[in-house]
């Protein structure tokens, strides 16, 4: 039935009833990226308290599994942000050479790719996953991680450089 | 030629999370629908519940006196119900649930009892007592509290002995108790150190949630000057008490008086 002209359902209201739909979207979108299950179902539920205060405060203008899926992104991007910022200081990351262009040409397997992208720092991190994962555009990426199309072309230049020379090490280091 | 990182692609698919997680999210995300907004149409104050009266529940107020006027040093009213030159209003009432009864301040009581309400909880309406205006309610714990018109009470710098230093909360089922806490008084919660314990923020009286338990009840951590000769007070008064031990806040002891009411003592 049409709701009347003006009158819309309360937002907060539409995302109790999407809940158990999109519950296991966005748990299995983040169980998937962060591998772990304790970290998924905290972000999972930053993921959700996040949506319903956007909800209440009339932010939303459509309450939506791909919208929650983007939510997480954010929270996703912002966890690997403070892991990393707890964890400085133990580790330092090699400044990799510029690449402009980086021709590689290899089929990458799964499983030791996902363990260079947990190796790498946040910000790599969190443009690879976007970029790739996600299969985000670019100017998609640049907003989730709040920075300029540009940059975030030069951070994707870096970040391919990381993970190729963390992931070559690292098949060597298997051979 | 194309991008190995093109392999990378990934396509959300689904995964039913742990269905006890999928429950207690559904309870928060509901509480969080009812809960007032800060800084929207609630006043500054939103965050209410201070603890500003504590009634120790036994079957016998008048053996809970003799048990508490050793071990604690407690001065009683005349008529065994008040604690007498204390910094807090204290008090004794025979009931069989062996529990600490507490009454929370709140600035607008109607509000609060419809939040009560909202919340799985009972409450009656608000009635005038001699010490102000009052409603008596159940939590969805089954757990007996009363709302009281009144400011925050201020957080003392320092207990006097026999005074509540901290309060402990066991609930059944603490995801549904933080729901209804939260959304009643606007507390928040953070994960404490023991399986499915936390710290309540929001009241003045330092407060600890900690779910699990077969029933309901909440335990008062008594201050004591030296609590090794407390220790020996309790079990000479017919109570139990678990030998001190250090923790990081002070010194504390694991009781129960001689009517089974669980209690602390703690010098800190």
């Known amino acids: 039935m049409n709701q009347p002209s003006g009158v819309r359902p309360d937002p907060g209201l539409t995302l109790l009833d999407l809940y158990e739909r999109a519950l296991p979207q966005v748990y299995g979108y983040l169980l998937a990226r962060c591998g772990q299950r304790p970290v998924a179902e905290d972000l999972t539920t930053e993921v959700f308290l996040a949506a319903m205060d956007s909800c209440r405060r009339g932010k939303v203008t459509e309450v939506s599994t791909s919208w929650l899926i983007g939510v997480a992104r954010h929270k996703l991007v912002d966890h690997w942000r403070r892991a990393e910022r707890e964890r400085r200081g133990l580790r330092v990351l090699g400044g990799l050479a510029h690449a402009a262009e980086d021709p590689w040409d290899e089929r990458l397997d799964a499983l030791l790719a996902r363990e260079v992208l947990a190796s790498l720092s946040a910000p790599h991190r969190s443009a690879l996953t976007l970029r790739y994962l996600d299969g985000l555009p670019v100017p998609e990426v640049a907003r989730c991680l709040d920075r300029t199309v540009h940059a975030t072309e030069a951070l994707l230049v870096r970040a391919r450089g990381a993970f190729r020379a963390h992931y070559q090490s690292r098949e060597e280091g298997t051979r | ?268």
């Open chain 2, 1 to 268: 030629m194309t991008d190995p990182f093109e392999d990378l692609l990934e396509p959300v698919v689904p995964v039913d999370p742990d269905p006890r997680f999928a429950a207690s999210l559904r309870v928060l995300l509901e509480a969080a629908l009812v809960r007032p907004m800060s800084g929207g149409a609630m006043p500054a104050t939103a965050v209410q519940g201070d603890v500003v009266y504590a009634s120790v529940w036994s079957p016998d107020a008048a053996r809970a006196a003799a048990f508490y006027r050793s071990v604690l040093g407690w001065r009683i009213s005349a008529d065994g119900r008040r604690v007498e030159g204390l910094g807090q209003h204290l008090g004794l009432w025979s009931d069989a649930r062996r529990t600490t009864y507490l009454s929370h301040s709140v600035s607008d009581i109607d509000a609060a009892i419809s939040r009560v309400r909202a919340a799985g909880g009972t409450a009656g309406d608000a009635v005038e007592q001699p010490y102000g205006l009052s409603a008596e309610c159940v939590d969805n714990q089954g757990l007996p509290f009363s709302l009281h018109l009144s400011s925050p009470a201020s957080p003392p710098s320092a207990f006097a002995q026999g005074e509540i230093v901290y309060l402990t909360m066991h609930v059944r089922d603490s995801s549904t108790a933080r729901a209804f806490y939260g959304s009643v008084f606007g507390w928040t919660f953070t994960p404490g150190s023991v399986s499915d314990g936390w710290q309540v923020q929001g009241p003045g009286t330092m407060f600890g949630l900690h779910g699990g338990h077969s029933e309901a009840r909440v335990l008062p951590m008594y201050a004591v000057s030296d609590i090794s000769s407390a220790v020996a007070r309790v079990r000479a008064a017919g109570g139990t008490a678990t030998d001190p031990v250090q923790m990081p806040y002070g010194i504390t002891s694991d009781c129960v008086d001689d009517q089974g009411v669980q209690f602390y003592l703690g010098q800190l």
